[in-house]
Structure formats: structure tokens, C-alpha cells
């Protein structure tokens, strides 16, 4: 007898073999901003989110949480790509390859960027049981909400990354994936992800062709 599509399943928590993270980089337009257009004291520009300094990411313990084949995708903004090989080395990550999403707008100031990058890694083995060999581009419109990534993103990791799967700072849960962030869970990922590794978070999702959920009082 087959599960209905919106019951509650208990998903894995751990280890994993595929860890997604989309870390709240600290924000650089945070701050006022004077010009010749505003010289009556400027405007003030606010990440619309809560950031986390570069030590803070760097000292999660994500690397406890993965295979010695784990995959690692760790998404990176232009002004932060060299932070994230800091951070996926103090994950515990060796740095393969890089993956762009291409956007089909973009801004900035000095240039237009029009690019985001995923840094691609592996814990200790470098193993792709699934796929090789795929580009390392990905073709895809912007997400209606700020700092949100492409669904073709996820097809393409689903395609080359084996389960168990794991998103760090989801936005919401992922039908097949465990999913923990404060948009996902209501909670600090920090204090998920200690739960996580023992055992005690409540990781509940769907199965795989039904419709997306993730409620902690089940």
C-alpha cells in the first residue's frame, strides 16, 4: 500500500553523501550609501535576511555529518568566492570544480553580474556513481525570492550527487532530501544542525513524487 503524497515519512540524518549549503554570507551592501544624488545623509541598504560572519560558517560541523564520498555544493556569491574555499576546507572538503548559474540579468556597480558560482568538492574520496562528465553550467531565470536558487540546479545535483541527501539554510523542505534552515524548520541551523547530529532533530519530509512538506510538531 503505497504512502499518500502529503504523509509525513522520517527522513535520514545522517551521514550523507550529498550536502547542499547556500550559507548567509555576510552582506556588503550593508551600510549607508552617500552620493551626488544623495547628499542629505544617503539611503541604508539591508540584507533582508540574518548573515553570519566567515568564522561562524567556517566553524560548523558539517564535515561530522558526511561519507568519506560525500559530495559537497557550497554556493558562493562573486564577492564571497574566496571565503568559500576557506569554508570547504574547514568542512573538511577537498575543492574539485566550479559550477556557474547563469543568469539571464544581473547587477552591480563595477560590473554587471550576471553569474553565481557553486564551489564543488568532495570529502576524502572522489567517487560519481550517478554522472560525469555533465557541463558546468547552469542555464536558469531568477527566483522571485531574493537569494533563492534555481530548480535546475537541484535536477542537475540530483543527477551526479547519490543519497543521502542534505540542504544547509533550505528554504523550504525538498521532497527525498533532509532539509534544515530557519525557513525550512524555525530554527537556527546552528542549533538544527547539533540536533542533527544526534539524532534528535525532527527530520520529516515526503517521499519523492509528492508535494513538498517539512512541520516539526508531527
Known amino acids: ?23 548567509p554570507w555576510p552582506f ?6 552617500k552620493g551626488a544624488h544623495h547628499k542629505r545623509g544617503g539611503f541604508k541598504i539591508v ?3 540574518q548573515t553570519m560572519t566567515h568564522a561562524e560558517i567556517e566553524a560548523m560541523p558539517v564535515g561530522d555529518m558526511a561519507t568519506e564520498d560525500c559530495h559537497l555544493w557550497l554556493w558562493t556569491d562573486n564577492a564571497d568566492l574566496h571565503h568559500g574555499f576557506h569554508v ?20 552591480g556597480c563595477w560590473w554587471i553580474h550576471r553569474t553565481q558560482t ?15 562528465f555533465r557541463p558546468n553550467l547552469i542555464h536558469a531565470g ?5 537569494s533563492e536558487k534555481p530548480e535546475e540546479a537541484f535536477a542537475l545535483i540530483e543527477s551526479v550527487s547519490p543519497g543521502p541527501r542534505l540542504e544547509l539554510f533550505a528554504r523550504r523542505a525538498r521532497p527525498g532530501w533532509t532539509t534544515i534552515g530557519n525557513e ?23 517521499e519523492k513524487h509528492g508535494e513538498s512538506r517539512h512541520e516539526k510538531d508531527v
Do not use: E
Open 118 to 132: 557553486i564551489l564543488f568538492g568532495y570529502r576524502s574520496k572522489c567517487r560519481f556513481p550517478l554522472a560525469r
Open 88 to 107: 570547504m576546507q574547514a568542512w573538511g572538503f577537498k575543492y574539485l570544480a566550479p559550477v556557474h548559474w547563469i543568469k539571464p540579468t544581473g547587477y
Open 47 to 49: 540584507a533582508p535576511y
Open 184 to 206: 525550512a524548520d524555525g530554527m537556527d541551523v546552528k542549533d538544527s544542525l547539533i540536533l542533527l547530529a544526534q539524532g534528535k532533530h525532527p527530520c520529516y519530509g515526503v
Open 28 to 33: 556588503k551592501g550593508t551600510g549607508t550609501m
Open 1 to 23: 500500500m503505497s504512502v499518500p503524497s502529503t504523509a509525513l515519512l522520517a527522513l535520514p540524518s545522517g551521514p550523507f553523501r550529498c550536502i547542499v549549503a547556500d550559507p
Open 142 to 146: 531568477v527566483p522571485k525570492r531574493h
